[in-house]
């Protein structure tokens, strides 16, 4: 905890847990609807707070997110890349080594799912 208090991370932590989280527009990526990040090494998850149109309808941006992870993770066939059209979404999901920026670093993980407007990729 002191060391937390010292760097400076405790009112940081606060600050987020007030702030309701981070927008899906800070990830800079345009017509990028909502996203699930899940690093392998510290098993921790990030994502963006919902906004429209999954902000009224949450329980389907989850079901999405459940098809991905269910065609992307079956035993007998996983995939490292996933990418399908619900007519309404373009679907992404993918996993393994990514630079997160050329200069800052690499990172392994997983990102669930991208959800961006049908045709817009």
Do not use: N
């Amino acid at each position: 905890m002191q060391s937390l208090q010292r760097k400076g991370s405790l009112e940081a932590l606060r600050e987020a847990t007030i702030s309701g989280g981070y927008s899906v527009r800070e990830a800079g990526v345009p017509e990028l609807y909502h996203f699930l990040y899940k690093s392998k090494s510290g098993a921790q998850l990030s994502s963006p707070r919902l906004e429209p149109p999954y902000s009224k309808e949450p329980r389907q941006l989850l079901a999405l997110y459940r098809l991905l992870h269910h065609r992307m993770y079956q035993p007998a066939c996983p995939l490292k890349i996933l990418f399908c059209s619900t007519g309404r979404e373009t679907l992404m999901g993918w996993g393994g080594y990514y630079i997160v920026h050329a200069v800052v670093r690499k990172t392994t993980g997983d990102v669930l799912a991208c959800l961006c407007p049908a045709g817009s990729i």
